[in-house]
């Protein structure tokens, strides 16, 4: 059955940190490409960062320099680091898997998905 699962959410103070993680089950991340997007209330699903062996690293521009994204085979699982935290990165973070291997910053391009963690700035 293939599955992802989010972690890592909560609550946590403008300028503080928090890391992602996503971890993949039922398959292999080698050939898939991994996003993570975003919902905040009453705003339209955002893309926010993508990993690919065939793209390599994209970023929305709201999130450059702050977000990284990395991957561990080992493990099956993709991580994002949030740095430097605004109260308008507060949304729900879901990751997604494209077997396309592309990604992008598309939800559309991204077949199944993982439920969703909570991610609040605030102080």
């Known amino acids: 059955q293939l599955r992802l699962v989010e972690a890592g959410g909560g609550l946590v103070q403008p300028g503080g940190s928090l890391r992602l993680s996503c971890e993949a089950s039922?398959?292999?991340?080698?050939?898939?490409?991994i996003g993570w997007f975003r919902q905040a209330p009453g705003k339209e699903r955002e893309g926010v960062s993508c990993?690919?062996?065939?793209?390599?690293?994209t970023y929305a521009d709201s999130v450059k320099g702050r977000f990284t994204i990395s991957r561990d085979y080992a493990s099956n699982t993709v991580y994002l680091q949030m740095d430097s935290l605004k109260p308008e990165d507060t949304a729900v973070y879901y990751c997604?898997?494209?077997?396309?291997?592309?990604?992008?910053?598309?939800?559309?391009?991204?077949?199944?998905w993982g439920q969703g963690t909570q991610v609040t700035v605030s102080s």
């Open positions: 039922g398959f292999s991340l080698d050939y898939y490409a």
């Open positions: 990993i690919s062996s065939k793209a390599g690293e």
């Open positions: 997604a898997a494209d077997g396309t291997g592309w990604g992008g910053l598309v939800d559309q391009d991204f077949g199944f």
